[in-house]
């Protein structure tokens, strides 16, 4: 059974920093493309970032420049570090694995607020 957890959401000053992480199991971690999408009250879900089996990491034109992607294959994890946090990054974020099958995790609510 595939689990995709994550972790390290909560609530943070405008201009602060989260770093978000997302553990999978039960699958072939090495061999799916990890991303990262989000989700505000009243919207569409979005694409944030993604990291290709190879390290290429693509990001969102509202984030780039402030939001950093990253994998570790052999702790089975996808990192989402997000810097110069702002009201509008409020969102629940999900992370996804994409591969023969897609997978998505259950979410971690992110709220931007003084």
């Known amino acids: 059974q595939v689990q995709l957890v994550e972790s390290g959401g909560g609530l943070v000053q405008p201009g602060g920093s989260l770093r978000l992480s997302c553990t999978a199991s039960g699958m072939f971690f090495r061999f799916h493309v990890m991303s990262w999408y989000r989700q505000a009250p009243g919207k569409q879900r979005e694409f944030v970032a993604s990291?290709?089996?190879?390290?290429?990491?693509n990001y969102g034109d509202d984030v780039k420049g402030r939001f950093t992607v990253s994998r570790d294959n052999p702790k089975n994890t996808v990192y989402l570090q997000m810097s110069s946090l702002k009201p509008e990054d409020t969102a629940v974020y999900y992370c996804n694995a994409a591969g023969q099958d897609v997978y998505w995790g259950q979410g971690t609510q992110v709220t931007v607020s003084s």
């Open positions: 990291v290709s089996l190879g390290g290429t990491c």
